[in-house]
T-cell receptor, first 111, second 114 residues
Framework: GEDVEQSLFLSVREGDSSVINCTYT??????LYWYKQEPGAGLQLLTY?????DMKQDQRLTVLLNKKDKHLSLRIADTQTGDSAIYFC???????????FGTGTRLQVTL | GAVVSQHPSRVICKSGTSVKIECRSL??????MFWYRQFPKKSLMLMAT?????????EQGVEKDKFLINHASLTLSTLTVTSAHPEDSSFYIC??????????FGPGTRLTVT
């Protein structure tokens, strides 16, 4: 089955860019997602990308997809303290019809 | 983005009792709804997938008689934890998938079984 991996922790200074990385194993994944989770809350859908795209930009967020290497990244420009949260990447495969989540990356933004 | 609500947000119940959690998609019709469980500082574990009007599909290791799922309409799914025990204490999150590729999550329900 699908396996999705992320690094556990990232610390950046306010105003810098953050890059959160994710790898997945199933090359038939059709959609790849980024979610944000704040303490005690559900998951907020940030953005998603279709597998035939290389890049998607939405305001401060840029998603890059390297399908050959099965590597996904989320770049947050001008990171703010309000961006501190856990970020999950997830891969969707049509055959399984479900999302497989990574372990989550805790982003800490320091002043 | 679309809104998915859950009720209650927190519930405390005694061991042996049953608890029902509701999940609603407020501004779209959800063809498929999902129920997840999240342990502290861990990722989400899919428990089951439900399609409106049909029986839920449970993931391996999830007891279908313990975690009853009903997807009564395109906007409502319920999870009932039957005969709850302290080990069922967890954060339960529902998710709804619309006709497109978006999958939205509810705010979660914190269940504590005493």
């Amino acid at each position: 089955g699908e396996d999705v991996e992320q690094s556990l922790f990232l610390s950046v200074r306010e105003g810098d860019s953050s890059v959160i990385n994710c790898t997945y194993t199933d090359s038939s994944s059709t959609y790849l997602y980024w979610y944000k989770q704040e303490p005690g809350a559900g998951l907020q859908l940030l953005t998603y990308i279709f597998s035939n795209m290389d890049m998607k930009q939405d305001q401060r967020l840029t998603v890059l997809l390297n399908k050959k290497d099965k590597h996904l990244s989320l770049r947050i420009a001008d990171t703010q303290t309000g961006d501190s949260a856990i970020y999950f990447c997830a891969a969707y495969t049509g055959t399984a019809s479900k999302l497989t989540f990574g372990t989550g990356t805790r982003l800490q933004v320091t002043l | 983005g679309a809104v998915v609500s859950q009720h209650p947000s927190r519930v405390i119940c005694k061991s042996g009792t049953s608890v029902k959690i509701e999940c609603r998609s407020l501004d779209f019709q959800a063809t498929t709804m999902f129920w997840y469980r999240q342990f502290p500082k861990k990722s989400l574990m899919l428990m089951a997938t439900s399609n409106e009007g049909s029986k839920a599909t449970y993931e391996q290791g999830v007891e279908k008689d313990k975690f009853l799922i009903n997807h009564a309409s395109l906007t409502l799914s319920t999870l009932t934890v039957t005969s709850a025990h302290p080990e069922d204490s967890s954060f339960y999150i529902c998710s709804a998938r619309g006709p497109g590729a978006e999958q939205y999550f509810g705010p979660g329900t914190r269940l504590t079984v005493t």
